[in-house]
């Protein structure tokens, strides 16, 4: 037991190292060279336009932490434990913001000391940019492992219960953040973009636009707070299930491999970080670093997984299982930057774009469509593969949870990879908004350039990552409520599983549908400023960019509410109507088709996104052609749904599956049938009232 | 005994009575006067082009029944039963085609009569058109009845093995003319559009267009041949499983219940049939004159059904059960109507249609995506509904059912209202053509109106009435697999569902690919003959018309091959790879996310369809404006998913069940190790093959 005692005394001590190198690499980034006058200002505009869209969050938020937080203590189906449980989703809550507030300041702040170090070389420039985003990575693995290893000191056995409050409240602030964040930042990207550069005809991100400071803080609030969030929550839930089945199957030393090779992580990602060096000043220079950094992470990582597999389990089918993780990893950035950069899908997609708008969309469709099957393939093939490993089926279930730890271990590296995108971008603006001068102007694009790709191909890893999470939860959920099966075949599950399965499109429908709308109520405000004060076309009176940030603001958040209800209520009604086995169905149901969707989103999304792209580096006639025209049609389309509704899937499945499992005790002992009519009776008002709400709305 | 006897000779009396009302039907149509001249000229490359099309189609398909016949020959697992099984496929694939092959014989014939029967007025049109299309309708029923209540008459309680292979022979052949027709017809309507209408400026229907007749042909193998195959096989799915489920609750009694139910379709059809008849000239008349008939044939049916329950099993629930079915038909009219009529959701994609291109896709999606969640909430309802009715479980089934035999004794009529679509569209082309004069230019266009809304209405039915046939042969493959659930939680079976639900996402960018295809090789040709025979845009030489009918059929039918083999073989090799478990949760993944897609591509297309014609009757600028350019583009991103895409779903759940349901005694006896790896690796080449040999064609 002592022993015990110090291995989680080690651990705790490495995720506050963790904790502490995020520090360091803040205080790093702010004793950076922040320029003077007029990049200063426009920085400080995104900085509190950001801060201000996150107190808004977290004031709207709050009422329903606490509803939610007094509803976790009452229906606690452990009494002793019911306080613990509800404390440690406040706590989830708290971690979760606290990595998307420094994430965003420091990535706020380092914007316009990207710009200062430009000055002195690509390199630098790039360095400096990674290591801001960096901050948000370390927070998330360090705060994460340090949340699951108190709570498992103190509660042993016990834990689960109170990792799983943990797990909600991380969740929970996932899909606001998420959602909120997709909302805002395409909310203000199309409306900059279609008052500004088609109906004004002025360029990206120029000062006379009164939405251009909205666009640079949803680029943060998108990117980089929702997406931390998001992987905070999956890397979490893995963790959580690999350390109960592996309790279940191995005793303790189940249990400590995993929070040993989440430590390791912590490790092998600092080490990754720091790797990030450029050799040269181009694109390929900057992307190969990255890539370099993540396989030198891996293998350091797949070396740890077998040396901890075989001295803390004497065995090293763990290690086999985990680095296969690492190896889905992998394959899905393959897959990723096939379907969405420069190789056959896009440019079949360019190509079309030459017959106009409709081929443009259906080509993209196509492709989008296509690309669900491989990414399901390859998921299906690590999951079978990490359940032959091991013999007896109870600890295959531990080898697929095993397979998701060693997919998260890069967690650190893919978060950093992800907020690096918005922190080159926002480096670009600030630039282009401060009419900086120099050759800064060469070296900023570059970097823009690497953090779109990164971006875009961390998407397919939040992904897989969400649903091996989901998976894991599902799992759960299936022993607390019982369930040694599901019969599908019988009416219940049959209905639970279609019900499960519409809620995603509901969902994109929503989500897609609040960005419009959003998007409206902008280019109202950006087209009134410019009728109201002409000053501001001559470039004589600054624009009200203020406005814009608070009416985006307003817009989302309120946006919002539809969406989460019914993702919180729906699991609730189906459980009370339709059981225990009807809503396992629906969380099946739920993590199909919310992957097959998030895939295809995400997809096309991009896809179209790079075909675009590729016309305006020159191809089929370059900008301002039909083609290009084509072409931006469908990136149109493709941005909300990439940015947006696809990223929406991951927290929704997750939480989803979360509240079933938080309600599982209820569902598994029918309560009173009385209580059961009337709680659903409410429900059914609440979930029908939101969608009229927002239904109204777009009349 | 005796009296069953003769029981199964009186529905079987009912079942000629059927067919000789089609034919009764067929010959009133052939006596009306065909218009001599350019008319009959035009009717007559139509129908050659349909046959030739037909002819090529068939001689593809016989080699696959052969190879196919053997295998069920050979695979049969009671012995006994093997040739008859063989047979009855054999059966099942030639009725399937006598169908197709009438009903569009008919229609092509129709056409022209209907433009002479337009000089007496728009009643004698009307009446005309419906009772042609209904001609396929009788046969549908006619022989779907006939074939299986012949069989069961031979077999009794093994008839079960033989029914299955009927069946299954329908399914093949539905598929085929599915998706072969629906990618036929759209090639050629976007072919013949774009060169036409947008290049060359002519109107639709020009006679100078060469693609014009193969436009017209598509028509007829796209929505008359194809839809009354899908429908006849969800016709003889659920008969037999009513029949099934029915022996094993009520004995006897059960099974002779749902043929009298069927028996009394045929009745309540012909009464329905015969009671269209409009009161007024208006497209509201028709329409009109349409639901009344579909409201007299469902109240003689309701009745009948209270009759039957009570005089055969003694209970009212089995009534119950088949009037929830009707009321579910009646119903998903309603919603199918409410998304793609002159309602909400499409009055919302006109009017983002004048922000562009872009938002009126964006939008599109959005009444697309959300109208899946209340088809399934309805469908959901209605199985729960008819499940609470009986006390017990098994008794239960057998109401679900039921519930879908409610549904589809109203298939003759729905299959007469949608083949009355190609034939009113056909005759106001054949005007067109034929360059006629009168009053017949105010009436024929109006018909073709009313038969837009039937097609569109009643494509949500064909979903419907698929979910349940497909819900109904699952429900077999449990019972023939011998499994009593579905695990979902363990990694085989949540990898099949995973699959499944990719099947139809794959199979869908697959279709929508072949229309881009093979509409490119129309335009191509098209545009060569415009250039090469310059007396074409004179009007003084007439086109090669046969050349392009030829080219379309050709390359229609070879893009078939992809995603047949698809269709066919996944669920082999799931079952082989995955076992019977992993199979099952395959079948519930496939039927899940082919019925959302299914909804969500019938309605988005039908939404963008009738978006544009609401802008070209004077909305927003009418025709030519920006706002009609942007619904342009939704309406041909709309075309392929909602005549091609999306049909395609229903034959593709139902195969992929059936062909589970044939293996489910191979499954269930895992085969030999060795075989099964064999089988597996051979399966994997073909699947690869064919998707790389689709791919290649793009390239």
Redesign the interface.
């Known amino acids: 037991m002592e022993n015990i005692n110090l291995f989680l005394e080690i651990i705790i001590a490495i995720s506050v190292i963790g904790i502490s190198f995020g520090i360091y690499l803040a205080k790093y980034v702010l004793s950076q060279k922040l320029p003077k006058g007029e990049a200063e200002e426009v920085s400080k505009a995104i900085q509190s336009g950001a801060n201000a869209y996150l107190k808004r969050q977290f004031k709207t938020i709050t009422p329903l932490v606490v509803v939610i937080t007094i509803f976790l203590y009452i229906t606690a189906p452990v009494k002793e434990l019911a306080l613990a449980r509800s404390l440690a989703f406040v706590m989830g809550a708290l971690f979760s913001s606290i990595i998307g507030t420094v994430g965003m300041n420091i990535a706020t702040k380092a914007n316009a000391r990207v710009t200062q170090a430009a000055n002195k070389g690509f390199k630098e420039a790039m360095v400096l940019a990674f290591r801001a985003g960096a901050t948000t990575g370390m927070f998330t693995i360090g705060l994460g492992l340090l949340g699951a290893t108190i709570i498992y000191s103190i509660f042993r056995e016990k834990a689960t219960e109170v990792l799983v409050g943990f797990g909600f409240g991380g969740s929970l602030l996932a899909l606001f953040m998420r959602v909120g964040g997709g909302i805002y930042t395409k909310a203000a990207d199309i409306g900059a973009d279609?008052v500004g550069k088609v109906e004004k005809n002025i360029p990206e991100d120029d000062p006379r636009n009164a939405a251009v400071i909205a666009d640079q803080v949803g680029d943060n609030v998108g990117d980089c707070a929702g997406m931390a969030a998001d992987i905070f929550e999956s890397y979490e839930v893995t963790l959580v299930a690999a350390m109960i089945l592996g309790g279940i199957t191995f005793g303790l030393p189940g249990v400590l491999f995993p929070l040993a090779v989440r430590a390791l992580g912590i490790i092998t990602s600092m080490i990754g970080i720091l790797s990030v060096k450029p050799k040269g000043n181009t694109v390929s220079d900057g992307s190969r670093a990255i890539i370099k950094s993540f396989l030198i992470s891996s293998i350091f990582s797949i070396a740890g997984f077998w040396y901890f597999s075989n001295s803390i389990l004497h065995s090293s089918n763990p290690a086999i299982a985990a680095t296969l993780g690492i190896v889905l990893a992998f394959v899905i950035f393959l897959l990723t930057d096939y379907a969405t950069g420069n190789h056959?899908p896009v440019k079949?997609i360019a190509k079309?774009a030459q017959?106009?708008?409709?081929?443009t969309?259906?080509?993209g469709?196509?492709?989008?469509?296509?690309s669900?099957?491989w990414a399901?393939?390859v998921?299906?093939v690590t999951?079978?593969a990490s359940?032959l490993i091991f013999n007896d089926?109870l600890e295959?279930?531990y080898g697929?949870a095993l397979a998701g730890m060693g997919m998260l271990t890069t967690t650190g590296l893919i978060v950093s990879m992800d907020s690096f995108g918005p922190i080159a971008d926002n480096a670009q603006g600030v630039a282009e908004l401060a009419k900086m001068k120099g050759k800064i102007l060469n070296i900023l694009p570059k970097l823009d350039s690497i953090g779109n790709t990164t971006k875009a191909t961390t998407k397919g890893f939040a992904i897989g990552s969400a649903v091996i999470a989901a998976?894991s939860l599902?799992?759960s959920y299936?022993t607390d409520a019982g369930?040694?099966?599901?019969?599908?075949?019988?009416?219940?599950s049959?209905?639970g599983?279609?019900?499960g399965?519409?809620?995603p499109?509901?969902f994109?429908?929503?989500s897609?549908?609040a960005v419009?709308e959003s998007a409206y109520a902008v280019i109202n405000e950006v087209r009134k400023q410019f009728k109201e004060i002409p000053g501001i076309m001559k470039g004589t009176t600054k624009p009200n960019y203020g406005k814009v940030v608070d009416l985006t603001t307003k817009a989302a958040l309120s946006a919002l509410a539809t969406p989460a209800i019914i993702a919180i209520t729906t699991p609730i009604l189906v459980g009370l109507l339709l059981k225990a086995e009807g809503l396992?169905?629906f969380l099946?149901?739920s993590i199909?088709?919310g992957?097959?969707l998030a895939v295809?989103m995400a997809n096309a999304g991009g896809a179209w996104d790079n075909a675009k792209k590729m016309i305006e580096d020159g191809l089929y006639g370059g900008k301002g052609s039909d083609t290009h025209k084509a072409a931006?049609?469908g990136d149109?389309?493709g941005d909300?749904?990439k940015d947006t509704a696809g990223p929406a899937m991951n927290p929704l499945i997750k939480v989803i599956n979360l509240v079933a499992l938080l309600i599982a005790p209820i569902v598994k002992n029918q309560i009173h049938q009385t209580t059961t009519i009337i709680v659903s009776i409410i429900l059914i008002i609440t979930i029908i009232t939101s969608l009229y709400r927002g239904?109204q709305k777009?009349?």
Chains 1, 2 share one sequence.
Do not use: D, H, R, W
Not at 355 to 359: I, P, W
Not at 365 to 370: A, T
Not at 483 to 492: E, F, M, R, V
């Open positions: 279609l056959a079949n079309q017959s106009g708008a409709a081929t969309i259906l080509s469709l196509v492709e989008g469509f296509s669900t099957a399901i393939v998921i299906g999951i079978i359940f089926p295959a279930a697929v998976v599902f799992e299936m369930l040694s099966g599901i019969n599908i075949a019988t009416p219940y049959f209905v599983l279609l019900i399965g519409a809620i499109f509901l994109s429908a929503l897609i549908k419009s396992g169905a099946a149901g199909l088709s992957q097959l295809f931006v049609v149109t389309v909300p749904l239904y777009t009349l």
